[in-house]
């Protein structure tokens, strides 16, 4: 089984690392003939605007579009979180975003979160983080910042958390990925 | 309960900005065109390093308002320069909500002794260097990224290959060296002792390098990503190009695709003129600007 990064641009290698301690098999996505195979891709955390951007320019955003509709399962942090819920990326995931939901880098923040499916506390860290303002009625919601705002949610092959997994050495939420949703596809 | 300036969200928002290019801009239009062109951020300055080098004289950190006017435009992380050493204009970029500083050889410095005790604030910091020694002392200052130097406003690559190299060779050798010479070598490095053991043990900087300092082209944005540069700075040679759009557009995708050579040379085609530039080695010892700030 081999999990996808999309590598156009964020915290590639990171990702890379949780997959490897998940003694999972990854591959760089870079081009719409890398998304061929794969079990499952995980969409890093970088600038979704350009991210975006490249993924037109490639001529994958449709292509992607198609494969998350069908079921191809789809792990965003960050700003995979943006581009999943936006109706013009890649509306994945029925939530309403809020880029930079939290304020600019210097309100950037580590807490402590609760998540659905995870006996133990994870740190969350969030980075001009955006969160999910309302969700709809088929999304599952995993977890919510101190202050009530939806930060990690899943609606059927598509996980999305607005923190970033990767920037800890915890793979909790990978390992759920691969678990709930890549395994039971 | 949150904790805002911690380590790892100040590093992390450098990793995320890995793969993609930083862009130099003198307004909100080509503040825009950054934005347009696929660029992960925008830094706010008021003369691009060649303007500033044409005109000499002090250079400063930017008018506030020009900053703050940018800011407003774009939703991409906005960065700014301050003097080294000047930790009031720190301060004061600070209080505007900067996503980042560049404590910057491209501004005249204001101190030749002391750079800024960067591990003191909220906002993240990044700085230049030209070799590893460089590179440990401000990250040891708190430093949450770096740059090569390069040679800034030149549009000559030489100087930031140099750095680049240096640097990651540097590396190499630290990580297979004996762990009882590490002492030594901190010594000849004049870098943090703790610092030298976390290279040695990971054989890589705690922090990313982005390429800054004579970027001008696709083809040099490949060349840099390809010799291990995290991302890129491009200053004056997307505005002082001909068709600054389309240089923009290109070197983000070069960045982007550094090995994929083919598309490097599709997006090449046609451009117009980079930046005129200057050749560095014409360049005299009192108009460089990367050896400011060497302590």
């Given at each position: ?185 | ?222 060349l840099m990503m390809n ?19 389309k240089f923009a557009k ?10 994929d050579y083919h598309l ?32």
């Amino acid at each position: 089984m081999t999990i996808g990064i999309l590598a156009l641009q964020g915290a590639v290698a990171e990702h890379q690392n949780m997959l490897e301690q998940c003694q999972v098999e990854s591959k760089l996505v870079r081009t719409r003939q890398d998304l061929e195979g794969l079990a499952g891709l995980i969409i890093p955390g970088g600038e979704s605007t350009a991210i975006k951007k490249l993924l037109v320019r490639e001529e994958m955003l449709l292509p992607l579009k198609e494969m998350v509709k069908a079921g191809f399962p789809v792990f965003g942090t960050c700003a995979g979180l943006v581009l999943l819920s936006q109706t013009d990326s890649l509306a994945g995931f029925d939530g309403q975003v809020v880029r930079n939901g939290f304020g600019r880098q210097q309100d950037s923040f580590e807490e402590s979160l609760s998540v659905v499916g995870l006996d133990e506390p994870f740190l969350g860290i969030f980075i001009r983080a955006p969160y999910l303002e309302s969700v709809g009625s088929e999304v599952k919601i995993l977890a919510k910042t101190d202050d009530g705002r939806i930060v990690a949610a899943s609606q059927k092959n598509v996980l999305v958390t607005a923190f970033h997994p990767e920037l800890t050495a915890d793979p909790r939420i990978h390992e759920l990925f691969i678990n709930e949703i890549v395994n039971k596809k | 309960m949150k904790v805002t300036g911690t380590e790892i969200v100040k590093r992390g928002m450098a990793q995320m900005q890995k793969g993609g290019v930083i862009m130099d801009v003198a307004n909100v239009e080509q503040a825009k065109v950054a934005e347009a062109a696929g660029a992960v951020a925008v830094m706010a300055l008021e003369k691009v390093p060649s303007d500033i080098r044409a005109e000499g004289g002090v250079a400063r950190m930017s008018d506030p308002a020009m900053i703050e006017a940018i800011m407003g435009a774009v939703s991409i992380p906005v960065m700014a320069k301050c003097r080294i050493g000047h930790f009031a204009e720190a301060r004061i970029l600070e209080s505007l909500g900067v996503d980042y500083i560049d404590e910057s050889e491209v501004l005249t410095p204001a101190d030749d002794n002391y750079h800024i005790d960067k591990s003191q604030y909220k906002v993240p910091f990044v700085c230049g260097c030209r070799d590893l020694g460089e590179a440990l002392r401000r990250i040891g200052e708190g430093a949450s990224m770096l740059r090569t130097k390069g040679e800034p406003g030149t549009g000559d690559i030489i100087e930031a290959v140099r750095h680049m190299q240096k640097v990651n060779q540097q590396i190499r050798q630290i990580s297979v060296e004996k762990p009882e010479n590490l002492m030594a070598i901190a010594r000849d490095l004049r870098a943090p002792y703790e610092l030298v053991q976390e290279v040695h043990a990971n054989g890589k900087l705690p922090v990313v390098n982005f390429a800054a300092g004579g970027v001008s082209t696709p083809a040099d944005a490949a060349l840099m990503m390809n010799l291990g540069a995290d991302g890129i700075f491009v200053g004056s040679g997307i505005f002082k190009s001909e068709h600054p759009e389309k240089f923009a557009k290109a070197i983000v995708t070069a960045t982007a695709h550094p090995t994929d050579y083919h598309l490097i040379a599709e997006v090449s085609k046609n451009l117009g003129s980079p930046m005129k530039g200057i050749d560095v080695a014409t360049l005299a010892d009192a108009d460089k600007m990367a050896p400011r700030g060497m302590e």
